[in-house]
């Protein structure tokens, strides 16, 4: 087919049709971006914390297969990852969805958008907090290992 032959073959007048299929056209290509996997990439993964007070001692530890809680003090919750849906944009920023297994056998979700820079960020679906990669060490836990 050649470039154009799509606008031929659709009647004069047919805006609108022609509209559905560029909407289409561009859904697809979005659609082209984002991709499942059961690890997450590199550029993801490492301990994340936050300046926000009311997460001082709280941080996030992501490995390739599991996902870390740390809830104050030397508690953490440590979940094995299901699945990793990843919406990567053009600029390097993604839209992560993090299934993960709990003790009791649930399956929840850990939705957050990355973006590269200098630090790179996490910001949480469900706060306002923006968190960064630490590289000093685990809040109420000493240094990284």
Known sequence: MREGALVEILPEGSR????????????????????STDVLPPTVQGTWTTSTPAYSDRYLRLDDRTVEFGLGGHDSDIHGIRRVDAEEMVDGTALYTVQYHTDEGDTLSLRFLYRPGDPPTLKLDHQDAIWTRSNTGTPGRGSLP
């Open 16 to 35: 609108a049709t022609r509209k559905r299929l560029l909407a289409l056209a561009l859904l697809l290509a979005v659609g082209a971006c984002r991709h």
